[in-house]
């Protein structure tokens, strides 16, 4: 059996919970809910086909970069080096909020939380306590 990398692990936390969030996001719009996301809400007023299509293309691309990045980045120079560090670094940081907003989402669409950022006050705190 194949061992799978914490990058490829990073790679489909990110997909998933994007599409996880564009699934309780196009849920939640049915029920009424906007989306929070501006530039997403803006491409929504044109065309939800094309909020849909840039809400799973971003992501998607990001990793089909760092996957080819992986394979044909030669290490020992330091600006390829360091663009392929804060790739890994964006996208850990974006699957973990996309993660964060997608069970915020299911949260929200299941009437645990009574209003839209709720989650984000509590995960704020939570922050701010541990620092």
Known sequence: MRKVGPRLVMIMALNIANLVDLITTLTALKMGYVEGN???????????ELM??????????????LIY????I??????????YMG????ISFS?????????HNILLLNNYVKESGAIFLILSKIILAII
């Open 74 to 83: 030669p290490f020992n120079n330091q600006v390829l080096s360091g663009a």
């Open 69 to 72: 990045m992986t394979r044909k």
């Open 52 to 65: 849909i299509f840039v809400k799973i293309a971003i992501p998607l691309l990001i990793s089909i970069l």
């Open 95 to 103: 699957a973990f909020i996309m993660v964060i907003v997608s069970l």
């Open 87 to 90: 790739l890994v670094i964006g």
């Open 38 to 48: 501006i530039l997403l809400n803006y491409l929504m007023n044109i065309s939800l």
